[in-house]
């Protein structure tokens, strides 16, 4: 394992992967980034399968099987997901049991065009988590308000979530929220208290959204927020609520880092993994990023349990006149509406190599 992922791992971060294809899994891709580069987890979400399936023959064969079968559009998609995710699931299998349960993960999401609808997100996760059977594959869930009711109902249904699409600290506690009360209808139900989780936060968006900051400002947000909600994580996970559910055997849902790699070209590919060292957190990146960070990046320092000067730095961003609350929030609409447009787009190519078998066929 090279040093500097060694290094996190040692301070107590874990890398995870934020890509997935057919093609790693084939050609060992996938497991030459677990032995030789320290991954112990993958995420996913309708872009990255966009870009998977589109422009390449890695699945036609597969997709072509569940045609023969009636299959079309979305039902045929999470067949082709969970087929992948089940084999990466297994990849980081002994990952998973040798740490109990804190790590080798992977995420499978439900469609976002169910962000805005409890009952259905519901609905979905259960029946993906059920037709996956691994212990260590989170369902993702988006942390929307109207998501909330989701991660708890799937939580006490011993379902674990990934909650993503969270970008503010408000965002941050009102997710662990939900799972601390999923988790305790659980002990109340006599139940075991162990369901995993994380929350994803989008830390990169930020910068690209707030590009009108300069001098010293410039490119500080992210960062800002990301030390923001470990400082909120610390806290909850020292508090007596927590430490009360911890006594029946749950573990912290872990704050995960997510869209870590860099947008803007004038800033080093490791800017934030290299700034969000940080105990008891993940940190899941891009293949670009997380190959550059093994070459070059600097583990500097450790980030405060405090948050070091988030608070003050967010102040000074807000009397440049950014109202961070109002950002925050268009940022996660902008989000979501993003996640659909790539979900719709990855249809299209599910609909258009559909058609393509069919007319092989005939």
């Known amino acids: 394992m090279p040093a500097l992922t060694l290094a996190l791992h040692r301070l107590g971060q874990s890398l995870w992967i934020d890509t997935i294809t057919r093609a790693m899994l084939d050609d060992g891709s996938l497991a030459g980034m677990i032995e030789r580069l320290g991954i112990t987890g993958l995420t996913s979400n309708p872009s990255i399968f966009n870009q998977a399936l589109h422009g390449t023959a890695a699945y036609d064969d597969a ?20 087929e992948d995710l089940v ?17 080798g993960w992977v995420s499978l999401e439900v469609s976002p065009t169910l962000a805005y609808d409890a009952r259905r997100t519901i609905d979905s996760a259960l029946d993906l988590h059920r037709r996956a059977a691994r212990p260590n594959l989170f369902i993702k869930i988006p942390g929307t308000a109207e998501g909330l009711p989701a991660i708890e109902e799937a939580t006490f ?8 699409l969270l970008f503010t600290c408000e965002h941050y506690l009102a997710a662990a929220e939900a799972w601390m009360r999923g988790i305790e209808r659980r002990i109340e139900a006599g139940l075991p208290a162990r369901v995993c989780s994380v929350a994803s936060l989008f830390i990169s968006r930020w910068d690209g959204a707030t590009a009108s900051l300069t001098g010293h400002l410039a490119n500080t947000v992210g960062i800002a927020v990301g030390r923001q909600c470990y400082r909120a994580y610390r806290d909850l996970i020292a508090s007596d609520r927590f430490q009360r559910l911890a006594n029946f055997g749950a ?28 105990p008891h957190t993940v940190n899941t990146l891009p293949e670009k990023t997380l190959l550059a960070f093994a ?11 405090g948050g070091g000067n988030a608070e003050e730095t967010l102040a000074a961003v807000e009397r440049t006149g950014v109202d961070l609350d109002a950002l ?4 996660q609409r902008d989000g979501a ?26």
């Open 157 to 164: 249904a011993g379902v674990p979530v990934n909650v993503t």
């Open 295 to 305: 070459d070059h990046g600097a583990v500097t320092g450790i980030v405060s349990a």
């Open 328 to 331: 925050g929030a268009t940022l």
């Open 251 to 278: 573990l912290p849902q872990r704050l995960l880092f997510a869209s870590t790699g860099t947008k803007d070209p004038s800033l080093p590919a490791t800017f934030y993994v290299d700034a969000l060292a940080a």
């Open 337 to 362: 509406a993003s996640f659909v447009k790539s979900w719709h787009d990855l249809l299209a190519v599910v609909e258009e190599k559909s058609r393509a078998t069919a007319g092989a066929g005939a």
């Open 63 to 82: 997709v072509a099987g569940k045609v023969r079968r009636g299959l079309s559009g979305e039902s045929l998609f999470f067949e082709l997901a969970i």
């Open 87 to 103: 084999r990466a699931a297994d990849l980081f299998r002994p990952i998973h049991d040798r740490t109990g349960g804190v790590d």
